[in-house]
């Protein structure tokens, strides 16, 4: 299901930018947008997981770099990968002291995990196996190509509404019209949300499920999302970019306050998933 997902997504952004790039360029336009279409299809599918990252500096865990970091964190990994017969991912360290994590990858024989330097000082390992379930339920439930293209496509989608913005609007036979690429530039970033909100609030309500089937035990992750919650507010990530919030376990810009916001949100609300897995917890 989430391959047809990446694959409709892929489609429905490509006719988006093949549809701009005529509104805005006329024929040479839709050329133009014909070989961005193919590029993006390329890269999203192949290089999203390295770009999120990359974006975030992230560097090998391997007994070679960051052995204490790895002496920790592979045995619990080695282990859920075991139980739920999945590949071994790849393991990454970014140095921020925020807590978080993420799973991205195009497939399980390709995925990679990353760990916040924070997530891995303010858990315990019971919290910490509740946490690294959760994400391998991402990659369990082969949802990470889909997130991880999403987080391309935005990050695209905000880009080319500013080229728009500044070089498009021009038909073939008219003048440019400048207000085009305003609407653009105030539109394209309300779809690139839209696009994480849709597959995002879902998506972690079942990775929270599989962790709590896996572990056998919701208390582990009930736990860890009660100190996301309260220590990524006071410790907001730095220099987060917004096309790839969705990927992480939690909202990583801190308090995001109610209403209208929560209702923007790319993440349910962590009072949601705690009463869910207590639900899960009571019906064991």
């Known amino acids: 299901m989430n391959s047809v997902k990446t694959v409709l997504l892929l489609g429905v952004m490509s006719g988006l930018l093949l549809a701009g790039g005529e509104m805005f360029g006329g ?66 360290l970014i140095a921020d002291p925020s807590p978080n994590a993420f799973a991205t990858g195009r497939n399980p024989e390709h995925a990679s995990v990353a760990f916040t330097a924070g997530v891995l000082q303010l858990m315990n390992d019971q919290e910490l196996e509740g946490v690294v379930a959760h994400e391998l339920g991402h990659v369990k439930n082969r949802d990470i190509l889909t997130s991880s293209v999403a987080a391309t496509l935005a990050a695209a989608i905000t880009v080319l509404a500013r080229m728009a913005f500044w ?14 690429g305003l609407i653009m530039l105030i539109l394209a970033p309300i ?30 992750l009930i736990s860890a999302l009660g100190k996301l919650e309260s220590y990524s507010k006071r410790i907001p990530m730095q ?46």
């Open 167 to 180: 070089f498009g609007g021009r038909d073939d036979d008219e003048r440019r019209n400048p207000w085009a």
């Open 239 to 284: 220099d987060v970019n917004p096309a790839t919030a969705h990927l992480f376990i939690i909202q990583p810009f801190g308090n995001t306050g109610g209403g209208m916001t929560r209702l923007f949100s790319t993440h349910p609300s962590t009072e949601d998933r705690i009463a869910r897995l207590e639900a899960m917890r009571g019906n064991s």
């Open 27 to 92: 024929r040479h336009g839709l050329y133009i947008a014909l070989a961005l279409a193919v590029a993006m299809n390329f890269f999203g599918y192949f290089f999203s997981d390295r770009m999120a990252l990359a974006m975030y500096s992230a560097q090998p865990v391997t007994p070679q770099e960051n052995p204490e970091v790895y002496s920790r964190v592979f045995p619990i990994v080695q282990s859920l990968t075991q139980r739920m017969g999945l590949p071994m991912p790849k393991l990454w």
């Open 191 to 220: 779809a690139a949300m839209l696009i994480q909100m849709a597959i995002s609030r879902t998506r972690e309500y079942a990775a929270d499920e599989t962790s709590a089937h896996v572990t056998h035990n919701p208390n582990e």
